[in-house]
């Protein structure tokens, strides 16, 4: 942490690494370069981290631990399926996900709401969401994890509100929010109001800018996500949590599998891009 910080002084960086590069000792040198203590691992040497073995999470752990980097919580895909897909194998996944973050010393597991079918109204589908989240619930309950909802493009949690009804049913011991600025800003949801609806739940920050005419990733700081005024919101709250970079501003091994709609990204180097949205959002703090 930034010693030249004026806000959010107690907020540990962690990230998604495999924007880096996809092998995971060249992830891990470049936290370290920056100073980065923690990650949230999404994926690594391109396996998802939901496809991780026990034993190659071992393997894993044991890397991260001669490296003195932990695992603020795991990028899990779990949620990230069509509201219509078959429910029953994905709960199987998220039970090996908690497996997972038990051997990788981690209770977080950051999931989604589902995506709605495109052209139909996600109210058409809110019991069944409902539904499913709650079977999550209990799972993470009974294996003493917190499953953190991502407001994402295209799911049922993608705006405020919707984001709003969820925690409202389920904030609790092992149910939050992660906030995502450029998320919302590309479901040109104001992130000042999601804020505000959504301040007493979030446990992590996605740090992410992007413009609402062009939907594009940006810079933290350079977009409409507001950053600067939420990152103020939030120290005058108290938050003392993670400030976790995604940056999504070059091609990375796995981009095209984030992205519902085939969103193209330019190729570029993915550690510069990460030191600069990391030095952007000190900036920021400063």
Wanted: proline letters at 3%.
């Amino acid at each position: 942490m930034s010693k030249e910080r004026k806000i959010l002084k107690n907020c540990p960086v962690s990230g998604f690494a495999d924007e880096i590069d996809i092998n995971v000792d060249k992830q891990l040198a470049v936290l370290k370069q920056l100073g980065i203590s923690q990650i949230e691992f999404r994926s690594g040497d391109g396996i998802n981290v939901a496809d991780y073995t026990l034993e190659q999470a071992k393997a894993l752990k044991e890397k991260l631990d001669q490296n003195k980097i932990r695992v603020s919580a795991l990028g899990s895909p779990i949620g990230k399926i069509s509201i219509e897909d078959d429910f029953e194998p994905h709960l199987a996944k998220l039970d090996h996900v908690a497996d997972l973050a038990k051997v990788l010393d981690c209770r977080y597991i950051r999931m989604f709401s589902f995506f709605i079918p495109k052209g139909r109204q996600p109210e058409a589908f809110r019991e069944t969401v409902m539904e499913r989240v709650e079977a999550m619930v209990a799972l993470a309950r009974q294996k003493d994890v917190i499953l953190l909802h991502e407001n994402e493009k295209d799911i049922y949690g993608d705006t405020a509100p919707r984001c709003l009804e969820l925690m409202e049913r389920f904030y609790g011991p092992n149910f939050g929010c992660t906030f995502d600025f450029a998320n919302f800003v590309q479901c040109r949801q104001d992130t000042a109001e999601a804020y505000e609806m959504l301040k007493p739940y979030i446990s992590c920050i996605h740090v992410k800018d992007a413009e609402t005419a062009s939907g594009r990733v940006v810079l933290p700081g350079k977009g409409d996500g507001k950053l600067a005024e939420i990152f103020k919101r939030l120290d005058s709250a108290g938050y003392e949590g993670v400030l976790s970079m995604e940056p999504h501003l070059v091609d990375f091994a796995g981009f095209a599998m984030l992205e519902k709609e085939g969103q193209k990204k330019e190729k570029g180097d993915g550690a510069q891009a990460f030191a600069a949205a990391y030095e952007a959002l000190e900036e920021i703090l400063k």
